[in-house]
């Protein structure tokens, strides 16, 4: 799903990606198809954190490493063989083949030069004509390394991140820059709500949503799950729909001549399918399409 991607090739990895959309949401998925990673070591979190963002469908990921493989690297990377380590081959080298086949959809290339910072600033990542998102530091280089590409990615707006292990010990370290919004304030995981109907009427007196006159147009979203009031928005929060592709189009164009109408939500009872009305309203931003 990144830039480079042919139109064409959409429909298959979204419906390959559909499970994947479900985890993450439409949001973040959407998001994710414009990263480009660099990933610097491949000995064994290298490599796995190479594999998890190929198959996470970023955009692409380039790897670094020309340290020769060595026999020991085999207990850490599994991509490296007994050929690879008699051959000479380096490690960034070693992985490139199988990192390929996890994710067509996912550019994968190794770097073999020095991470000067006219290729770290770059802003044609594998034609993509977009910079790097993240580098992934996961080996130990000198101190002023570190702090170089630390600085250039602060100083580009890149996420620097610097995570490795030493035998049964592991340390991390992380840089998001200045202007990093935390969008999950809790930690908590997101109800999911299953949506039965929606309704774009005119209050009626009989539904009591504050700061809504009589006779004001509102949107009514009808939940088919049963569930506890405590998953409901609470009074004057704002509702956002991810994903509204299973909505008719009859319904999208309702939806559309009412986007900033106040939405009020309620759920169908499981015993005798009566409508019960919750009062959550938000005249802000009610629909988001």
Request: hydrophobic share 40%; charged share 20%; glycine share 8%.
């Amino acid at each position: 799903m990144g830039s480079w991607k042919g139109s064409e090739e959409y429909d298959e990895e979204a419906d390959r990606l559909s499970r994947q959309a479900a985890a993450f949401g439409a949001d973040t998925l959407a998001k994710m198809k414009d990263i480009n990673v660099l990933v610097i070591g491949m000995r064994g979190v290298g490599v796995e954190t190479a594999k998890n963002l190929i198959l996470s469908n970023v955009g692409s990921v380039t790897v670094h490493d020309p340290a020769t493989a060595q026999m020991r690297d085999m207990g850490a990377n599994f991509y490296i063989t007994e050929q690879h380590v008699s051959d000479g081959t380096s490690r960034a080298d070693a992985c490139l083949d199988q990192l390929q086949t996890l994710n067509p959809y996912c550019r994968v290339a190794v770097h073999a030069g020095d991470l000067s910072d006219e290729f770290v600033t770059q802003n044609d990542v594998l034609e993509s004509g977009k910079s790097f998102t993240a580098i992934v530091v996961t080996q130990m280089l000198p101190q002023d390394e570190l702090i170089r590409l630390d600085s250039l990615a602060r100083g580009n707006g890149m996420a620097f991140i610097l995570a490795f292990t030493s035998g049964v010990t592991a340390s991390m370290f992380s840089d998001f820059g200045p202007m990093h919004v935390i969008t999950d304030a809790d930690g908590k995981s997101k109800e999911t709500l299953a949506i039965a109907g929606i309704e774009v009427l005119d209050k009626p007196s009989l539904l009591k949503v504050d700061g809504v006159e009589d006779g004001e147009r509102v949107v009514v979203l009808s939940f088919a799950s049963v569930v506890g009031y405590e998953a409901f928005p609470n009074d004057g929060a704002t509702i956002v729909l991810d994903d509204l592709v299973e909505i008719s189009q009859s319904s999208l164009a309702s939806l559309s001549s009412s986007r900033t109408a106040p939405v009020c939500c309620r759920q169908l009872q499981k015993s005798t399918q009566t409508q019960k009305i919750f009062r959550s309203c938000s005249r802000s931003r009610a629909v988001q399409n």
